[in-house]
């Protein structure tokens, strides 16, 4: 039995993932989505806060081994539009593309629905699935929650409202998440190790944004030089490293505390709490 | 985002109708509601917001990881025509440039570059580049100089124009432009002048492109919409090398991806053509017939836009002048249509052209099925090589007026209304006066100024020059018959005054009394504006360093303050020169180079380029206060504004009620206004079709009943029917058709071969990219391409040397054995053989020479080649080439087509084994034969005294750089 939707909300919320797709691809947008979609005043520089200074929507930060774009994680979804026959985009793991290829799906399936296809309904949905549950669920609610805490308030509402998306393209009986999953156990003896640890999600369990390093300096009396993230991390954490590690394991907590409470949702987060958990370990024995 | 799963989807629904409710609205207006992703990844550019502070790891330290902080400072590169952005990172600790990468708020270039752009950091760090004005020390041409003082050569000019205006020599004083760059700077300080002295190089690059539109439009150049159409159909190498090829190559990748089919017209297997689904190889000059080969498979089938040509085409003025003895409505037109074109078979084409008639046919289906969304393009090519290359663009035009595909989404639109031109601080008036030596009576009909004729009109006594400025223009090196040039040059009783503006040492400022330093990309400002894609934007070139000091609290008053030695920017050394030949105002000049917020004072480049920002680009001024900055400002920071996106058809626009006062409508539907015009926002230039007797302007044209804009023509719609050609001697080339070129088959001798010699190679741009170390590494030189068979027939091996053999001379070449070209063509870029004749003067492509002169003889012999040398830049001991090419450019004789007066390119030429005695890269010229070839040719012309119907020089309503007033336009007693 094929697990599909009702066709009339494939075609919403096929309709409202292009147009969250829109928003993250971080050019101009039309004014018209920015008003259906409840975003009064959005800026370019609120689209370059979020999207590009602080939470550049790359699946790749968030999966990958070294937090950077590309690798195998971005080849894993390049298969995915391989698979379906379409042209792979130049971002493929950009949350723009991945939304945009998800409301192709969701059309699709429910065209399949309309036309009583069923062979093509399954495929159509299983494609869905796939992308849905494997991947877009293995780092996005992480993303969201970040994206609540750092999101310039005229996105506040595109935040919110891809997590309903989420919530709705979810599998009814979520799968179980990893909750044995061994922790990754990198040894972190020096500076340049730590700041390559925190700056990367999937082994440290959380997302450190320029925005909460600028707020922690602020509030310990440090101005923020230029530069990348890493560069900007090490240059506090060589200036003022205690106040600084305190700062930072209390966001630290504060996501745990965040993922925590959607984990009945979004299973995988419970994952993302295990690494967080040991990042606060790691963080505690390099002080 | 405690919501329960059910508010989340009533949300989810709530949001959705809305959203598809706009969508269904926009889309019913034709436009598209959702982008797509944007495919802009944090790895392509720096994000704007951070241009000020830009931190970057120094490649040359790795392993280490030493920070880098930058400025990201826009500029326009100045090398080829497209104006694609730039940004100068300046380093924030040295006040360098450290590189040039694409400017992503370009809306035409998008960020990307060619090779050319990033190659500008070569340029302003080249360290052989000149740096002080210099002044001749010994007779011209024997290569000695001196530094002088900005002041001393400026008073010295400045004192022989004012002498010359002040005698009424005004037609002694002439600036020649290579590729401008810029809209219309130095055209307004000459109009200030009062003077006709503009002259521009484009009669030898793209004037018969140019006519082939301007005759049909009113418009002389084609901007396609690309990135929409359905079938590219592109006569030229246009993916690499044409014209805004970045811009639009780009497009044309993306509608390849959205799977629009691309048809190449090139004679040699250019990259180009490889991407291409239908490469034609035609023998050259038989574009034209198989242009009209495809029209007509449209026009018998009725596959033509039938209310499209009955509404915009002028064909009652054709029935009226030549079909008088038919009904005069549009069925019978149709009917005259089939006949006059019946002739041009797949069949004839392909005995003209060498391709299979099958094969034109399948393109003939393929071109006639993308109805409006037919994109073409042709500039130089094939228009630029060939007598009556301008109907081959003519002929290509009519394909897109035949399919409705004008102005139309994915088709082709005329430039001017993709290109946008604001309105400077002053307009001064046409010049008084017609200068013969650039306009001769002969060319009525030339699209721009016979520029390439200057040294054989001299010759025959019809002028001499007192000052003659060559603005970043090489003409003894790019010109045909460049020996021409020398003698010219050469000769102080004809030239009083030669001043050479250039960055860089070129064959003609060795010939020059001052050679004066004007800066790159990074170096100078400009505006430009392009037509790359359905849209209007302007770009500012300007002097990254002067806005990086300006930025850091420096007072910066002039461009020499930030530029390295003394080179300048053309700009202010004109505004500085006008004041000079007119100190004290009373010429009238100086007014025009006035500060308006000062009065008395030198007008400012912050001034004046202020003041367009502020007042002439709408817009602007609201997008540069929303980031709170001046307009100046803004584009300081950003270097480019998209001023509209989708222009749309215009000619469909209906006249507004309030220019309709006191009007008259003729017969054929051109209405005509007492309103006076409303004061232009967009200067990009168009035909200025004349007034009615009574002196009302037109202002559109009825169709259906509708007062509509139409387009700039005499008629107010496009001309299938020039009755102007018609009126001006050349009644027999008034629709598009197929004049057989001075290369045709019929036209040759036994044993000649075609050389065609306009192919540029995609990293350079003639010598306006010399001494780019990158570009050169890649390309120095330029084999001679030569089929298999013909190599085979003239025994000839690659290890062997040539001789190309003109009508006026020969050059000593190596060939290249390819079948990337047809048999019976050669094919030899124009890129190369660049000479220098100082042994001690340094360059990375320039072989030293001598010339030698004997009677009319005139030999350019090879004595050494490029060495590596030592210098401030350690890749200048390190370069590896030694062969440069050769300049064959000396060995073509001028060839002005009587018409659009564009030299033709094509030579007719034997090839043969090259002889014991020659030396690779030797040129010999004979200029008694280039002389008769000029006057073989000028024989063809029909004159404005035998031809003009009302006296006047030249039909008023074509456009011209610099036009004069009307009075000046009429012919002068015989």
Redesign the interface.
Same mark, same amino acid.
């Given at each position: 039995m094929t697990e599909s939707f009702d066709p009339v909300l494939c075609r919403q919320l096929g309709e409202v993932t292009s147009a969250l797709s829109e928003v993250a691809s971080a050019t101009e947008l039309r004014a018209e989505i920015a008003d259906a979609l409840g975003l009064p005043g959005v800026a370019r520089s609120d689209l370059y806060r979020l999207f590009i200074k602080d939470l550049p929507p790359f699946a790749s930060i968030y999966l990958s081994a070294d937090g950077n774009i590309g690798g195998d994680s971005q080849a894993v979804i390049s298969g995915i539009y391989r698979a379906l026959g379409v042209p792979v985009p130049n971002d493929p793991d950009h949350l723009s593309s991945l939304f945009a290829l998800l409301s192709q799906i969701l059309v699709a399936e429910a065209k399949s629905i309309e036309n009583g296809s069923e062979p093509e309904l399954s495929s159509v949905v299983r494609t869905r699935q796939v992308l849905v549950n494997d991947h877009l669920l293995t780092w996005l609610p992480a993303y969201l929650i970040s994206a609540i805490r750092v999101a310039p308030q005229p996105l506040s509402n595109w935040v919110s409202l891809c997590w309903d998306a989420l919530r709705l393209l979810s599998p009814p009986a979520e799968a179980p998440g990893p909750k044995d999953r061994e922790v990754c156990l990198d040894q972190v003896d020096n500076l340049a190790k730590l700041i390559d640890f925190l700056t990367t999600p999937s082994k440290s369990g959380i997302i450190l944004t320029l925005s909460d390093i600028e707020t922690i300096s602020t509030e310990i009396g440090l101005a923020v030089r230029a530069g990348t993230k890493r560069m900007v991390l090490k240059d506090v954490f060589l200036t003022e490293p205690e106040g600084f590690s305190e700062k930072v394991e209390a966001l630290i907590r504060r996501q745990i505390s965040d993922y925590i409470s959607a984990t009945a949702e979004f299973s995988y987060l419970d994952a993302w709490v295990v690494n967080a958990e040991n990042a606060l370990k790691i963080l505690s024995n390099c002080q | 985002?405690t919501?329960s799963?059910g508010d989340? #989807?009533s949300?989810?629904?709530r949001?959705?109708?809305?959203?598809?409710a706009?969508?269904e #609205?926009?889309l019913a207006r034709g436009e598209r509601?959702?982008?797509?992703?944007? =495919?802009?990844?944090?790895?392509s550019h720096p994000?704007?917001?951070?241009w000020d =502070?830009?931190?970057e790891l120094d490649s040359a330290s790795w392993p280490e990881k030493r #920070?880098r902080?930058f400025s990201l400072i826009p500029t326009t590169c100045f090398n080829c025509e497209s104006a694609c952005g730039l940004l100068a990172y300046v380093d924030k600790d040295t006040g360098r440039v450290a590189k040039f990468e694409g400017n992503p708020e370009h809306p035409g270039s998008r960020g990307k570059n060619c090779a050319k752009g990033p190659a500008t950091i070569n340029q302003i760090t080249d360290p052989d580049r000149i740096l002080y004005p210099l002044k001749r020390s010994k007779g011209r041409g024997q290569g000695e100089w001196h530094r002088v003082s900005w002041d001393e050569a400026l008073d010295d000019i400045a004192s022989r124009i004012r002498t010359a205006i002040i005698e009424d020599r005004k037609d002694e004083i002439m600036c020649h432009i290579g590729r401008p760059g810029e809209d219309g700077f130095t055209e307004r300080v000459l109009a200030s002048w009062g003077v006709d002295g503009h002259n521009s190089h484009t009669n030898v690059c793209s004037s018969a492109g140019r006519a082939g539109w301007h005759y049909w439009a009113g418009m002389d150049r084609p901007s396609a919409d690309f990135a929409n159409a359905d079938v590219i159909f592109l006569t030229s190498a246009h993916l690499e090398t044409g014209h805004y090829f970045n811009p639009h190559a780009q497009r044309i990748t993306e509608a390849r991806?959205r799977g629009a089919k691309v048809i190449v017209i090139d004679t040699r297997l250019s990259n180009t053509a490889t991407h291409a689904d239908w490469w034609l190889s035609p023998y050259p000059g038989t574009e034209a017939a198989i242009n009209l080969s495809i029209a007509n498979y449209i026009i018998q089938n009725d596959l033509f836009d039938r209310e499209f040509v009955r509404r915009w085409w002028n064909w009652e003025e054709w029935m009226e002048d030549v079909h008088p003895d038919k009904e005069a409505d549009f069925p019978s037109f149709v009917e005259q249509l089939k006949e006059v074109y019946k002739d041009f078979t797949f069949d004839y084409a392909s005995s003209e052209s060498g391709i299979d008639a099958k094969v034109l046919e399948e393109v003939a289906v393929v071109v006639a099925g993308a109805k409006s969304k037919f994109a073409s393009h042709i500039w130089r090519s094939a228009a630029a090589g060939n007598l009556g290359g301008w109907q081959i663009s003519r002929t290509l035009v009519l394909i897109n007026a035949l399919l409705g595909a004008i102005a139309t989404e994915g088709g082709t639109y005329p430039n001017a209304w993709n290109k946008f031109v604001p309105k400077p601080i002053y307009v001064p008036p046409h010049p008084e006066v017609w200068n013969d030596l650039t306009w001769p009576v002969e060319y009525p009909l030339s699209m721009n100024e016979m520029s390439f004729l200057l040294p054989h009109l001299i010759e025959q006594g019809r002028g001499k020059l007192e000052v003659y400025f060559a603005r970043v223009y090489n003409p003894v090196w790019t010109n045909p018959d460049g020996m021409s040039w020398i003698d010219l040059l050469l000769d102080q009783e004809k030239v009083g005054c030669y001043v050479a503006l250039t960055p860089t040492w070129n064959e003609t400022a060795y010939f020059a009394d001052y050679v004066l330093p004007m800066g790159h990309a990074s170096e100078r400002h400009d505006l430009a504006s392009y037509e790359q894609y359905d849209g209007q934007w302007i770009a500012f070139r300007q002097p990254v360093l002067r806005t990086f000091m300006g930025a850091n609290g420096e007072v910066v008053t002039d461009t020499r303050q930030a530029n390295p030695g003394e080179v300048w920017e053309e700009n202010e050394f004109w505004i500085e020169l006008s004041w000079r030949i007119d100190p004290d105002g009373s010429l009238g000049i100086r007014k025009y180079h006035e500060s308006q917020r000062n009065p008395g004072e030198k007008l400012s480049i912050d001034e004046y380029y202020g003041f367009i920002f502020e007042n002439s680009v709408p817009g602007l001024p609201q997008a540069a206060a929303r980031e709170g900055l001046s307009p100046l400002q803004y584009m300081q920071r950003h270097g480019a504004f998209e001023v509209k996106k989708k222009v749309g058809a215009l000619y469909e626009e209906e006249i507004p009620d309030q220019e309709l006062d006191g009007t008259s409508i003729n017969s054929k539907g051109r209405i005509f206004t007492r309103t006076p015009k409303p004061p232009a926002i967009n200067l990009a230039p168009t035909g200025d079709p004349d007034p009615d007797p009574e002196g009302r302007r037109p202002v559109g044209v009825e169709v259906d009943g509708r007062l509509l804009r139409g387009f700039p023509t005499p008629s107010g719609k496009l001309e299938f029917y020039s009755q102007t050609l018609a009126q001006w001697g050349w009644a027999d080339q008034a629709i598009p058709g197929y004049i057989k070129s001075h290369i045709h088959r019929e036209n040759l001798r036994e044993n000649e071969m075609v050389l065609i010699s306009t192919f540029r190679l995609p990293v350079q741009i003639h010598t306006r990219s010399a001494n780019s170390k990158w570009l050169d590494e890649i390309a120095h030189t330029n084999p001679v391409w030569i089929n298999p068979l013909d190599a085979k027939r003239l025994q000839i091996t690659e290890t062997d040397l040539i001789r190309v053999k003109s009508e006026i001379g020969y050059f000593v070449a190596k060939p290249w054995i390819t079948e990337g070209i047809r048999p019976g063509v050669v094919a030899c870029s124009h890129h190369m053989g660049r000479w220098k004749l100082d042994p001690e003067q340094n360059a990375l492509t320039m072989r030293t020479v001598t010339l030698q002169n004997s009677g009319d003889d005139r030999k350019l012999v090879p004595k050494s080649p490029p060495q590596p040398y030592k210098s401030s830049d350690p890749d200048t001991g390190r370069f590896w080439w030694k062969d440069v090419g050769v300049h064959q450019n000396l060995i073509f004789p001028v060839h002005p087509d009587p018409v659009s007066g564009m030299h033709c390119w094509h030579q007719a030429v034997s090839v043969e084994k090259a002889q014991p005695t020659d030396v690779y890269g030797e040129v010999y010229v004979d200029r008694r034969a280039s002389r008769e070839v000029f006057e073989r040719w000028l024989e063809m012309t029909r004159d404005a005294f035998s031809t003009s119907p009302d006296g006047t020089r030249r039909p008023r309503w074509l456009m011209r750089p610099l036009k004069p007033s009307k009075q000046a336009s009429l012919l002068p007693p015989r």
């Open positions: - | 985002m919501r799963l989340s #989807e949300r989810i629904q949001i959705a109708a809305v959203l598809s706009r969508r #609205e926009v509601f959702y982008q797509g992703p944007s =495919n802009i990844s944090l790895a994000p704007f917001e951070r =502070n830009w931190v #920070e902080r991806e």
